[in-house]
């Protein structure tokens, strides 16, 4: 790809020193920046490409505005930014607010990572939040992929950089909602029930974190664990073998040297961990069913109970059509499912999470057919896991692409896990990405090429053979080199 940018269009990008680094000597500007921008990347993802990345940025951009995320955190550094724009406006620079109304912002990595900047600039709470342009550095990629952004890692050389930052000028702003997981039981007597990270995780669980004892979440007897999602929070299979992915990448780092060995590997694991074959490996206690009491409220103050059918192993709750890389478990309800179940498409916006349940990997294959989707459970505003007492010694857990392994206390009928819609923040979208805003209205009610009145079924699918080696999703497909007859 070859971008004729002249070095003057850089400096629509550009940040001056003295905005960025307090001490600086102010520097005599001609024109704003029309795109300013703050570049954070996790070196460490998608293997030597985050390093080179942050190479490329340095040499484009001002040293100031690009950032690795392994050496500062961005609260800091927005903290510190922001603190410095009040202190520049307050002594009548002209420059300072109008870099603060057009700020951007990029962040490289996976999904946890970008993740993670969502979470920090909602914790902020600043006046003028930047909206985020997500770079797709990981494995699955769903963030970046649901905003047009792409799934596959992208190219680093100088070209690569200066086309994303052209697509960044033009992107449009969209609001996404965002969702509090609170997580409640009683304090053991003995033992230690806090989540259990996998080996290798970025963030050690960032977004998922026992509240302190002066936190006005907290319950005295209680341990009280809360955390914040973006795309998806899932519980079962899926979510073991996402552990048992982190964990051996820590083990064996150099069997992950790029996206589609990763890939590879991820669904290798699937085939280990038993979701292929769940009905013969899978203890049934493990069910979603078997394991807690699920409730949904879809008008305030009204919990209901959410049957759950006992095949049901994974159990999703989403809120952007973009799930194991790239793939919509939701779908769009046709007319008739719309009218009969009050279901609606999947809007990012309209305060509501779509819950969705899996049996094994074959029934998340039916997500790679036309029209397949998985098994509509619900649309809800909040969703409440009970769980019953002693119905396993732990279970999996997973939010937008971090897993960890939950220990549950076998003497306690009181652990809960409640979902909720918390508050909204600013994303940057490309033109005609998946993506859409229950109040745009060109968003379309159906998917492009599908009529209301064709297939859309909550039966039971089967998957034919020509799909069951098919695409790129993480947790659900079988590469060919497999033989997954030996893991049975």
């Given at each position: 790809m070859n971008v004729n940018f002249e070095p003057h269009s850089l400096k629509e990008f550009n940040i001056p020193a003295y905005i960025l680094a307090p001490g600086s000597e102010a520097e005599k500007l001609g024109d704003v920046p029309s795109c300013p921008v703050l570049v954070f990347i996790n070196s460490k993802s998608g293997g030597q490409l985050g390093g080179d990345l942050l190479l490329t940025y340095r040499s484009l951009l001002?040293?100031?505005?690009?950032?690795?995320?392994?050496?500062?955190a961005p609260d800091a550094v927005l903290r510190r930014l922001y603190l410095h724009l009040e202190t520049l406006k307050l002594n009548g620079d002209e420059f300072?607010?109008?870099?603060?109304?057009?700020?951007?912002?990029?962040?490289?990595?996976?999904?946890?990572?970008?993740?993670?900047?969502l979470g920090v600039v909602s914790d902020l709470k600043l006046s003028k939040p930047p909206p985020i342009a997500t770079v797709p550095l990981g494995t699955g990629n769903n963030l970046p992929f649901a905003f047009g952004w792409g799934k596959k890692n992208p190219g680093t050389d100088r070209d690569s950089v200066l086309a994303f930052l052209d697509q960044?000028?033009?992107?449009?702003?969209?609001m996404i909602d965002s969702w509090h997981i609170l997580m409640r039981m009683k304090a053991p007597t003995e033992g230690s029930f806090d989540p259990i990270a996998p080996l290798e995780l970025p963030h050690s669980l960032h977004a998922f974190q026992r509240v302190s004892s002066s936190d006005e979440l907290n319950m005295d007897g209680y341990h009280t664990f809360q955390g914040g999602f973006w795309?998806?929070?899932?519980?079962?299979?899926?979510?073991?073998?996402?552990?048992a992915f982190h964990s051996e990448r820590k083990l064996h780092p150099e069997k992950f040297k790029n996206q589609l060995v990763n890939q590879s590997t991820y669904a290798k694991l699937g085939c280990t961990q038993g979701w292929f074959f769940a009905s013969l490996v899978h203890p049934s206690s493990r069910n979603i069913a078997q394991l807690a009491k699920v409730k949904i409220m879809k008008k305030h103050g009204e919990w209901q109970d959410l049957t759950i059918p006992p095949s049901i192993r994974s159990?999703?709750?989403?809120?952007?059509?973009?799930?194991?890389?790239?793939?919509?478990?939701?779908?769009?309800?046709?007319?008739?499912?719309?009218?009969?179940?009050?279901?609606?498409?999947?809007?990012?916006?309209?305060?509501l999470i779509e819950v969705v349940g899996f049996r094994d990997a074959w029934h998340g294959l039916v997500l790679l057919a036309p029209n397949g989707h998985g098994r509509r459970l619900a649309q809800a505003h909040r969703i409440k896991f009970e769980f019953h007492k002693g119905a396993a010694e732990h279970t999996f857990m997973r939010i937008d692409g971090?897993?960890?392994?939950?220990?549950?206390?076998?003497?306690?009928?009181?652990?809960?896990?409640?979902?909720s819609n918390l508050r909204q923040v600013k994303i940057l979208a490309t033109h005609g990405c998946r993506s859409r805003s229950v109040h745009d209205p060109?968003?379309?009610?159906?998917?492009?090429?599908?009529?209301?009145?064709?297939?859309?079924?909550?039966?039971?699918?089967?998957?034919?053979?020509?799909?069951?080696?098919?695409?790129?999703?993480?947790?659900?497909?079988?590469?060919?080199?497999?033989?997954?007859q030996l893991h049975i």
């Open positions: 001002n040293n100031h505005q690009v950032f690795d995320l392994g050496g500062e300072a607010p109008k870099i603060e109304e057009r700020l951007k912002i990029i962040v490289a990595g996976g999904d946890g990572t970008a993740g993670w900047l960044v000028r033009k992107a449009k702003e969209m795309n998806y929070f899932s519980m079962g299979m899926d979510a073991q073998v996402s552990y159990i999703v709750c989403l809120n952007l059509p973009s799930f194991s890389g790239g793939l919509n478990p939701w779908g769009t309800p046709n007319k008739n499912k719309r009218r009969d179940r009050d279901l609606t498409p999947p809007y990012v916006d309209d305060g971090e897993p960890w392994k939950q220990p549950l206390p076998v003497d306690d009928d009181k652990v809960v896990v409640e979902i060109s968003s379309p009610t159906t998917p492009h090429g599908q009529d209301d009145g064709e297939r859309d079924s909550d039966e039971e699918e089967s998957v034919g053979e020509e799909w069951r080696k098919f695409g790129a999703a993480d947790t659900f497909k079988i590469p060919d080199e497999v033989n997954f």
